[in-house]
């Protein structure tokens, strides 16, 4: 299963990056598009920070720490191999939001937004999408369906007794 939810991760990260480009061609020489009024708009940015433009000019930590959360993630599968199909698919989706979003600071030191939504005030991604999906069903994951958290409250009482 790890395998495949790298290779999942993988093809998202790919499938960001040709949305990415044809954005860049496109849509940055007209800077914005409205697709359906009052709702959603194609605004091409370029983001240096992180959500909401914050922390800008930080590109090398970013990347380390990019970086660093893949590498625990991808330790997780191949180490831990949890038995969810669940925890694969957060996976899945944080390493393709990840290496996305780690390729665009790599190669030109900010991250091609483009998604506007009226609703939510940044302009975002694909792979900023997949980031914020995977985690909050990671964190679902985690509180509900995981033993990871009842596992440390049975050695705590295992201890008191």
């Not at 496109?26 to 009024?37: A, M």
């Not at 940015?45 to 992180?50: K, L």
């Not at 625990?72 to 969810?84: A, D, L, N, T």
Request: a neutral charge; aromatic letters at 14%; charged letters at 15%.
């Amino acid at each position: 299963m790890p395998f495949v939810a790298l290779a999942l991760g993988v093809i998202l990260a790919v499938i960001d990056q040709i949305i990415k480009y044809f954005v860049s061609v496109y849509l940055e020489p007209v800077g914005t598009i409205t697709v359906i009024d009052n709702l959603l708009n194609l605004t091409y940015v370029e983001n240096d920070g992180v959500a909401f433009g914050m922390f800008s000019d930080m590109r090398w930590i970013f990347v380390a720490l990019t970086s660093i959360l893949l590498l625990v993630i991808i330790f997780i599968m191949f180490r831990k191999r949890p038995k969810s199909r669940f925890f694969y698919i957060c996976a899945a989706l944080i390493i393709g939001g990840g290496i996305g979003n780690l390729i665009d600071r790599i190669m030109y030191g900010y991250v091609i937004d483009y998604l506007s939504l009226s609703l939510f005030a940044p302009v975002c991604n694909f792979a900023d999408y997949c980031i914020t999906i995977g985690t909050v069903m990671l964190i679902i994951y985690i509180l509900f369906f995981s033993d990871f958290i009842s596992s440390d409250s049975k050695k705590v009482k295992k201890k008191d007794d």
